[in-house]
């Protein structure tokens, strides 16, 4: 079967200001950023505010991140799902670690040597969402 696979994030009022961040950490192109007030007046989507992110999407490698403002009643943070992130450049992990910090995330478990991963850690970014990052040294990973 043939296909991808695209994580798509809910966010609570702050999809804009994520992929903006996003972007800033992983250093890639702007976002896409559609907003409530950019639909087409005949197509308008019940829920979504003017300036609500009704559809965004940012290139992190050869991943689409997607996602958008919550519009379908009582937002829940995101939980029971980790995106990874990983290179084989340990100076680039380090960057992308130290901005995650920077912003404000909650660390669940410091970046260290494990048996599979020369650094490996989880956090929790500002906008809920939860994060491995780590070193990867085999494969054809970044």
Avoid: C, R
């Amino acid at each position: 079967m043939k296909g991808i696979l695209e994580p798509y994030i809910e966010f609570n009022g702050n999809a804009k200001e994520a992929f903006e961040f996003y972007q800033k950490v992983f250093e890639t192109e702007d976002p896409y950023i559609m907003l409530g007030k950019d639909q087409p007046l005949d197509d308008e989507m019940e829920g979504f505010e003017p300036e609500a992110v009704m559809h965004g999407s940012i290139k992190i490698g050869d991943v689409m991140l997607m996602g958008s403002d919550n519009f379908m009643g009582e937002y829940a943070e995101p939980s029971g799902i980790i995106l990874s992130w990983a290179s084989k450049d340990f100076e680039e992990v380090d960057k992308v670690w130290k901005a995650f910090i920077d912003a404000g995330s909650d660390i669940i478990m410091d970046i260290e040597k494990t048996f599979w991963s020369e650094k490996y850690g989880i956090l929790k970014d500002p906008y809920g969402v939860s994060w491995m990052i780590q070193v990867y040294e085999h494969g054809d990973q970044g």
